[in-house]
């Protein structure tokens, strides 16, 4: 949060941002990936059914699309204040929980717990657990990142503000949210990791992403975690270079800052960018995704539609700052009040002399148009988990 006057805040996703998601669910994607097929049919359609006399006959245009698809379906809870969400910055998740890390809280919450409904994080409701405020600040870190879960550990990208330690990866036990360890990187910034299952590999970056400064990967041995051995639990492998479609190097970096990572099931990466400073046009600000070798597929429109690819936040006075990101299959159980899709992304409303707002935005992610490989893939070819 920044010193700025207090700004009327706008929703960035406009005049549809009190319609309930189910009711943007009601228009699929697999109808839209469809189209192009079925343009033919519906142009002979049309000829027959100006033929007969029956009135227009609307045409859809066939598009080209990304393989996979990403879908923006509305966010909720939609610029709420929720008493736990300043300087909100990460989330993930287990079989029945949310995590989501703020700049100075872990926190556990029911996925049933309708994430509307506002607590204080030091007074949480039964069912939520926190751990907080700074929980490593005796370790001297006191803003914690965009967080991954794994194998019951989560794993924390810590940072000290005042840049007096070196980022550190910390690992707490989702059961309990207790404290295993940390392991202290050589990078010069940490906002976020993200676990490859693929790969059994941990990413992450520095505050850009660009061919001089490409993402780190850590090796993870689960059994020494185990035993509370996070130092040499999670040791340090390579650098790997996100590119561009046609495989440069990227042009424009992805500028500051690196805020949040998460790999489909696939394998794919999507990582998030930007702040509240810069326009989204400057930094590259949005969400990007890339393939199994490092190449871009899509990216984000910084516009407030439904139906595409986008990720609408306003920089400058109103602050909105994109954070972290989360895969998790929400069109099968366990029930999820309010959400649906597959990936979700977090927008922070930073406001100076009011409460910070969460944006909580939630995509569906369409891999009907890759054939299916293995396990894990949900209703609607989603390719989820
Ligand atoms: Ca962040
Ligand atoms: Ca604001
Ligand atoms: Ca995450």
């Known amino acids: 949060m920044g010193l700025r006057m207090k700004t009327m805040t706008q929703d960035p996703n ?23 097929a079925l343009v033919v049919a519906l142009a002979a359609v049309a000829v027959l059914g100006a033929a007969l006399g029956s009135g227009p006959v609307e045409v859809a245009q066939a598009s080209t699309t990304a393989c996979p698809d990403t879908v923006y379906l509305g966010n909720y809870p939609s610029g709420s204040s929720l008493g736990w969400n300043g300087d909100s910055q990460g989330v993930a998740h287990d079989d029945g929980d949310w995590f989501f890390t703020t700049q100075d809280w872990l926190l556990k919450i029911p996925v049933q717990y309708n994430l509307a409904t506002p607590f204080n994080p030091a007074h949480p409701p039964a069912g939520v657990e ?8 005796s370790y001297g870190y006191d803003h914690l990142g965009d967080l991954d879960q794994v194998g019951g550990f989560l794993f924390v990208p810590v940072e000290n503000s005042s840049k007096k330690r070196p980022p550190a990866i910390a690992v707490f036990k989702a059961s309990d949210l207790s404290f295993v360890g940390l392991k202290v990187t050589a990078q010069a910034n940490a906002g976020w990791v993200a676990f490859n299952a693929r790969q059994d590999l941990l990413y992450s970056s520095d505050n850009d992403v660009s061919g001089t400064d490409p993402l780190y990967r850590y090796k993870v041995d689960f059994s020494k975690l185990a035993t509370g051995d996070v130092g040499d639990g ?33 394998g794919d990466l999507y990582v998030v960018n930007g702040n509240g400073d810069d326009f989204s046009f400057a930094v590259r600000g949005g969400i990007h995704l890339f393939g199994t070798n490092g190449r871009l597929i899509a990216e984000s429109t910084n516009d407030s539609g439904k139906g595409a690819f986008d990720f609408a936040y306003s920089p400058g006075l109103d602050d909105q700052e994109p954070e972290g990101i989360d895969w998790w299959n929400r069109d099968v159980g366990p029930a999820s009040p309010g959400i649906t899709g597959q990936l979700h992304v977090m927008l922070n409303d930073n406001n100076t002399f009011t409460a910070d707002k969460l944006f909580f935005k939630h ?23």
């Not at 941002?17 to 994607?29: G, V």
């Open 130 to 137: 926190t751990r907080g405020p700074n929980p490593l600040s």
């Open 363 to 385: 995509y569906e992610v369409n891999y009907s148009c890759e054939p299916i490989t293995g396990s894990g893939n949900g209703p609607g070819g989603t390719g989820a988990r």
């Open 234 to 266: 999670i040791t340090y492998q390579d650098r790997f270079h996100l590119l561009e479609a046609n495989g440069t190097q990227l042009s424009p970096p992805l500028g500051n800052w690196m805020q949040g990572g998460v790999f489909t099931p696939r």
């Open 14 to 36: 406009g005049r549809h941002a009190n319609r309930s998601i189910a009711a943007r669910m009601r228009r699929p994607t697999a109808r839209r990936r469809r189209i192009g």
